[in-house]
């Protein structure tokens, strides 16, 4: 399995910004795909997941802000970001969880930065 990001960038306070991931490989139709994203000096965290069956779980400093969605058919999860604030800045990486046991697949990360 291989994910491609894409979407990053440098944006406003205020502004929007849409990631994408692509996944190719063999993959499970029961599958999760989710953003986690990585802030300098800090751990990794989760942005969003949103299953094959479409139910979504976001981070609370998130939520009412970003949107995670997905186009099963292209193996490709969304990540629309808007009212983008400074702390909002990280690489953010695309990940796919599939399998029993459960593997992760991890994307190359892709830049956002929100700063004026």
């Known amino acids: 399995v291989q994910l491609q990001a894409s979407g990053g960038g440098l944006v406003q306070p205020g502004g929007s910004l849409r990631l994408s991931c692509a996944a190719s490989?063999?993959?499970?139709?029961?599958?999760?795909m989710g953003w986690y994203r990585q802030a300098p000096g800090k751990q990794r965290e989760l942005v969003a997941t949103?299953?094959?069956?479409?139910?979504?779980n976001y981070a609370d400093s998130v939520k009412g802000r970003f949107t995670i969605s997905r186009d099963n058919a292209k193996n490709t999860a969304y990540l629309q970001m808007n009212t983008l604030k400074p702390e909002d800045t990280a690489v953010y990486y695309c990940?796919?969880?599939?399998?029993?046991?459960?593997?992760?697949?991890w994307g190359q990360g892709t830049l956002v930065t929100v700063s004026s």
């Open positions: 990940n796919l969880r599939h399998g029993r046991p459960s593997r992760d697949y």
């Open positions: 490989g063999i993959i499970f139709s029961i599958n999760v």
């Open positions: 949103i299953t094959s069956g479409g139910s979504t």
